[in-house]
């Protein structure tokens, strides 16, 4: 069985609100796995999410780059250990390089852009920093003419989010102000039926366990059930969200007004998804001083 460490009850606590006890047994019951133990308290405790804060770790810049005509861009996200780093110029350097390549080379993912050349320079910058630097990401949006769409960007002031999208109609101050509403409220789709199943099973699961608690009668429950699937789903789609601009409008009636349709999006924020390292120099401290 995994040993539940006090690091892993802290993160659970911050990630859930729960207290201490309630998240050492979640943790204990999953043998460790923080995924499974939010799930299985989601379904006892009806917490509604957790908070991913706590999963990023990785520092490091994403960068963004459209054509001149509008029909085509890429996006990269470049890691290093440390913000300070970042912020580094000769990091920054290595970054638009691989931006630049990865526009070039509209066809190769990561492993094929060090492989052409990317990987000497990496390590050489490993080597001058002192820090582990990787090429994470990249991911492009185009279309083959430039009258058939168009394709524009934001990146927020810190470099730690950035957005492409892809519009059939509009223009690119409409694209720009998309962009923007994706960087700040996340959506997983831009169409509600473009929800996965699996997403909507285990959401299924969770509310299922949930409402099951309130001991209602089964055709309640199922009633239950489909209102909080429909309020989830809608929550998640782009163009079901009120536009952050203008809360009483939502982003598919700004479309439609401007005679516009979202063909597609990309949002990449920095170390998302990344396990956080816990460091306790407390005890490495310790550990130097008794060995």
Known sequence: MTTISASMVK?????????MMECKKALQEADGDMNKAIDELRKA???????KSSRIAAEGIVMTKIAEDGNYGVVVEVNSE????????????????????????????????????????RQ????????????????????DDANQGI??????????????????????????????????????????????????????EIYSAQA???GKPEEIIAKMIEGRLRKFVSEVSLLEQPFVKDPDSKVSDLLKEAGADVVSFVRFEVGEGIEKKEEDFAAEVAAQVNG
Not at 11 to 19: A, C
């Open 212 to 214: 099951r608690e309130s």
């Open 151 to 204: 394709v524009d960007n934001y990146v927020h002031s810190n470099n730690r989010i950035a957005v492409l999208i892809a519009l059939h109609g509009g223009d690119e101050s409409l694209a720009r102000d998309i962009s923007m509403h994706i960087a700040a409220l996340n959506p997983m789709v831009v169409r509600a039926e473009d929800v996965p199943e699996d997403v909507l099973a285990k959401e299924s």
């Open 45 to 51: 405790s009806g917490v509604k999410a957790a908070k």
């Open 82 to 121: 440390t913000d300070f780093v970042a912020k580094d110029e000769s990091f920054q350097d290595f970054a638009r390089e691989v931006l630049n390549q990865a526009f070039a080379n509209r066809d190769s993912d990561v492993a094929q852009l060090l492989e052409d050349g990317l990987e000497s320079q």
């Open 11 to 19: 993160e659970l606590r911050e990630r859930t609100g729960l207290g």
């Open 124 to 143: 050489a910058l490993v080597q001058k920093i002192g820090e582990n630097i990787t090429v994470r990401r990249v991911a492009r949006l185009g279309f």
